[in-house]
């Protein structure tokens, strides 16, 4: 039996990029070259206001919010749970300051991906470079999803859609921040979570 070519701890992280492309083992061994493990503690900020992202982390253990401040209140804008990718897609792709932070809400074991590394192994490395970019794809899908639920969908629309998709974080994360992710009051939220206990 041939033996790993990387880390066995990121088969979650090959698991989930085979969700968009087969990559050789070469490729595999190329791009777990540049990933960076980072054992973090919970408050930590990955990317604070006002400066740009360089880096995309892939969350193997652990909970992310990204977040905004606005009228002097956070604004959570997204949240990332195990198996998915952390990053300002805006800041890390055009190198421009965001205003959006990103924390950790747990104890987190991430990935990183360098924005240098990776631009490198773009230019060395088509399957990775194909990668890449449907990534990116995925990520502005996400985005104009995002936007169409806070806008046409009801508060109720999007609860069920965020227990269907992500039902942990109802219990890890603090129900302010779940209602304003929904972009909805705390008060709504209640009356939803109500609903659905009767």
């Not at 959570?76 to 205003?99: C, N, R």
């Not at 996400?142 to 629309?157: G, K, N, P, S, V």
């Not at 269907?164 to 909805?184: F, W």
Request: aromatic content about 10%; charged content about 25%; glycine content about 6%.
């Amino acid at each position: 039996m041939q033996a790993p070519l990387y880390d066995p701890s990121l088969n979650d992280f090959f698991d989930v990029i085979k969700s968009f492309i087969t990559l050789s083992a070469d490729s595999k061994l190329a791009m777990a070259g540049i990933l960076d493990k980072k054992e973090l503690p919970k408050g930590y900020q990955l990317v604070r206001a006002g400066t740009v992202c360089r880096h995309v982390y892939f969350v193997e253990k652990g909970l992310t919010r990204t977040f905004y401040s606005k009228e002097g209140k956070d604004v959570t804008d997204w949240i990332s749970v195990e198996k998915t990718f952390a990053t300002s897609i805006v800041s890390f792709i055009t190198g421009l300051p965001d205003i959006r932070s990103i924390e950790l809400l747990e104890p987190s074991v991430l990935w990183a991906i360098g924005h240098d590394d990776l631009q490198q192994l773009y230019d060395a490395n088509h399957e990775i470079e194909r990668f890449g970019r449907l990534l990116v794809s995925h990520g502005l899908v996400q985005m104009q999803q995002r936007f169409d639920d806070l806008h046409f969908a009801t508060a109720r629309e999007r609860y069920q859609k965020l227990i269907a998709q992500h039902p942990s974080i109802i219990q890890r994360v603090p129900l302010g921040m779940v209602a304003s992710y929904l972009g909805i009051t705390p008060e709504t939220l209640s009356r939803i979570r109500a609903g659905y206990s009767n």
